[in-house]
């Protein structure tokens, strides 16, 4: 896929390209590791998506002005 300055496109790796890629995880972290390391990016993904909807939220709700302690001027 090219665009119009005949760059290609950042799209999903062919499975030629992902089979170095494996081969050189195995071989740093070691095949016992990359499931932990799978699950933890996982998690941290998850984490990282929950955090976006939470600030999304709290944006809103200054945008109403329901912010939560704005009035408190003690």
Known sequence: M???SGIVGI?????QELLPIIVILILFFGAARLPKLARSLGRSITEFKRGREDTGSLQEEEQSGD?????SGD
């Open 2 to 4: 090219t665009t119009a």
């Open 11 to 15: 799209g999903m790796p062919s499975p």
């Open 67 to 71: 912010t939560p302690g704005a009035n």
